[in-house]
């Protein structure tokens, strides 16, 4: 009975946030559309605690705790004008908190499910990617990282590194626990080479699309556990997050290739 | 491979719900005007913080004796809440200057 409560639960949640985006994209209706959203998280989280035999209550309760006063105290303690930072260090928590949770999950999965070890691979890389990439976008809107030029073949190469490790966990039938703690380093790296050269002033594109990323790690997430409500809210912040960024980048007469790849080392993109 | 295919048709309900998501995203916010880009991006960025059932849940089977797991879950749920609870209240303040003012002028 209790499972089918907490399953209705997420469903009304995944409503409310689709209704809280909608409302959100119309300037007279936006607040109540974060409510809307805000009241659906609420009811996702409350849903989770009723999960039957659910361990360390306590310690969930304080880190909440401690999470809710950091988040208010940013949130209001920080000026408007650094807005922007803001949501991309938060952006960065929630990556992390994809990758950490993978990194937990991967003592607990059975070695030969392979389904399940690439989605978990997904949350790795992509969380550790969207963290290390959205510290660092803050870091240049606050002005205390200047452009460094990385090449960006070598950058791939850092990526492709990582996935073919990635690959090579899934695949070799043993556990490997050590790799996936290298994997999640070369993640953090490619994160940091990713936003790097980007100027200052694209950043608010790049954090939109690390953003999608982090919505993409919350569904990958949420298809570990077969769970809706990660699935469904973070696909929505997924798509509608890379909509934003084109809609950003077209507000600024600007094509996402051209921001994130001009500064493509020595070579000039035509136009 | 042949896994692979096993674990997608094991769980197509799952894959459906995903493409149909992907749509709906699209759909949801193709019509919003350029003010409110920044928020929106705010406001969804929120929304991915509902990693935090992961992070309840990864945590709430932990074995007390098993430390390392406890350490990375108890992080994960700080991270997490501080994701959603800063988004949220981010968002709202940006929104505050939508307001509706009296109407003077």
Do not use: W
């Not at chain 1, 205390?144 to 492709?160: Q, R, S």
């Not at chain 2, 406001?43 to 509902?50: D, I, K, P, T």
């Not at chain 2, 004796?65 to 959603?84: D, I, K, M, R």
Request: with cysteine; hydrophobic share 55%.
């Amino acid at each position: 009975m209790i499972l089918q409560i907490i399953d209705i639960c997420y469903m009304v949640a995944v409503v409310l946030f689709i209704l809280g985006i909608k409302l959100m994209s119309h300037p007279d209706s936006a607040r109540r559309g974060n409510a809307l959203a805000l009241s659906g998280m609420l009811l996702a989280i409350i849903a989770s605690f009723l999960t039957p035999g659910l361990n360390n209550i306590a310690l969930i309760l304080v880190a909440m705790a401690l999470g809710t006063g950091g988040g208010l105290y940013f949130a209001k303690s920080v000026q408007m004008t650094a807005m922007p930072q803001l949501v991309s260090f938060f952006n960065g928590m929630g990556g992390a908190a994809a990758a950490l949770i993978g990194l937990v999950e991967y003592g607990d999965l059975p070695v030969d499910e392979v389904g399940k070890g690439a989605v978990l691979m997904a949350s790795l890389v992509i969380g550790s990617i969207s963290f290390s990439g959205s510290l660092v976008a803050m870091g240049k809107l606050q002005g205390v990282i200047k452009d460094i030029n990385i090449n960006k073949i070598l950058a791939f190469l850092v990526l492709g590194l990582a996935v073919a490790l990635a690959i090579y966990v899934i695949l070799s039938g043993e556990p490997q626990p050590v790799l996936v703690y290298v994997i999640v380093l070369i993640s953090l790296i490619y994160g940091l080479a990713f936003v790097y050269p980007i100027g200052g002033a694209d950043m608010p594109v790049v954090i939109s699309l690390l953003n999608s990323l982090t919505g993409v790690t919350a569904a990958t997430t949420g298809l570990l556990y077969n769970n809706m409500v990660m699935l469904m809210g973070g696909i929505l912040v997924g798509s509608a997050g890379l909509l934003l960024t084109l809609l950003m980048a077209k507000a600024m007469n600007r094509s996402v290739a051209n921001i994130l790849f001009t500064s493509f080392g020595g070579s000039s993109a035509g136009g | 491979m042949e896994q692979l295919i096993q674990y997608l048709s094991d769980n197509q309900q799952e894959f459906y719900v995903f493409i149909l998501a992907v749509f709906v995203g699209i759909e949801v916010i193709s019509k919003v005007p350029t003010v409110l880009h920044t928020p929106l991006m705010s406001g969804s960025n929120a929304l991915s913080g509902v990693v935090i059932v992961g992070s309840i849940l990864v945590l709430g089977k932990t074995s007390p004796e098993n430390y390392v797991a406890l350490s990375l879950g108890f992080l994960a749920v700080l991270l997490a809440t501080l994701n959603v609870v800063g988004g949220f209240a981010v968002t709202n303040r940006m929104l505050e200057m939508f307001k509706k003012k009296p109407a003077k002028k």
